[in-house]
């Protein structure tokens, strides 16, 4: 069911080359729907690609608020004309998207119309996209669970984890929201972060330096 759920889901990646911040665009192959997960400063890229192939934005889904991952919404939103997803708790973080590097003053406010919670199922075209709230690099971080692959924003990455010294952050809702949270899904996972390349969960469960599963230690 893995392979043909992956053989049905095509997912591209368009990569900030200045914050390598990664954002995905997640498209159903039998149709021109897509959603949009993280739109950072690469959102004219972005734009481009939906141009370029005749698809359609239907809805913007974001892993927490961070300028990084998030100024890019009221691009994608303009030309495509959807609504955006992210966890209540990171609502905080939108004020300071206008003083990041590389944002103009006059950038419209980043709007959420909807609320995303922890357990919630996002139901796309037949496809079940699954909310694991996971707090600790801000306090509303979430990863997307879509069948056999994870977006995990900025809560894991290959070999690594997010910052929690920022605005919002813990140390410790980090560690239990990966060793609770993601390190109790199938090891075959992969995962496809905020920032930089992909990796395998079962990978990270022995060989992350920062958070190791328990019967690795």
């Not at 004219?44 to 005749?54: A, G, I, K, P, V």
């Not at 359609?56 to 889904?61: E, F, M, N, P, S």
């Not at 973080?93 to 980043?110: K, S």
């Not at 994870?150 to 809702?173: Q, Y």
Request: aromatic share 6%; net charge negative; hydrophobic share 35%.
């Amino acid at each position: 069911m893995a392979e043909a759920l992956r053989d049905l889901v095509e997912l591209a990646v368009v990569v900030d080359e200045f914050f390598d911040e990664n954002c995905y665009v997640v498209r159903r192959r039998d149709t021109h729907d897509v959603l949009v997960v993280d739109p950072g400063l690469q959102h004219q890229r972005t734009l481009d690609l939906l141009e370029q192939n005749s698809l359609l934005c239907r809805r913007i889904l974001l892993t927490h608020g961070h300028p990084d991952h998030v100024s890019g919404v009221p691009a994608i939103k303009a030309a495509h004309g959807c609504e955006a997803a992210m966890h209540p708790d990171d609502r905080e973080q939108l004020p300071a998207v206008r003083r990041f590097p590389g944002n103009p003053p006059d950038l419209p406010d980043i709007v959420i119309e909807q609320e995303l919670h922890h357990g919630e199922v996002i139901r796309w075209n037949d496809l079940d996209i699954e909310v694991l709230h996971t707090p600790g690099h801000t306090r509303g971080s979430v990863c997307f669970r879509i069948g056999p692959d994870l977006l995990s924003g900025d809560t894991l990455f290959n070999r690594g984890v997010g910052r929690a010294d920022l605005p919002g952050g813990s140390w410790p809702a980090l560690m239990f929201s990966i060793e609770n949270r993601l390190y109790t899904l199938p090891p075959e996972t992969v995962v496809y972060p905020g920032h930089g390349p992909r990796t395998m969960l079962g990978e990270e469960m022995r060989l992350n330096p920062f958070v190791v599963h328990p019967r690795y230690r």
